[in-house]
């Protein structure tokens, strides 16, 4: 089995059997969405805090 469904069979099995479908792919996109940050540094996707706190600037004026 391939890694991402081998991934996505261990989170579904973690949910408890009353889980409704939306609750399954809320956990499933929750967990998507943690490893696309964690991944986030190797892919030159960062900002420095110059950088964030230039663009806060910019959404407050």
């Known amino acids: 089995m391939s890694p991402v469904k081998q991934t996505m069979t261990d989170i579904i099995a973690r949910q408890p059997d009353e889980s409704t479908y939306d609750e399954i792919l809320r956990e499933l996109a929750y967990a998507r969405m943690v490893q696309r940050g964690l991944s986030d540094p ?4 960062t900002l420095t805090n110059s950088e964030v706190r230039d663009r806060i600037e910019a959404w407050q004026k």
């Open 42 to 45: 190797d892919a030159g996707h």
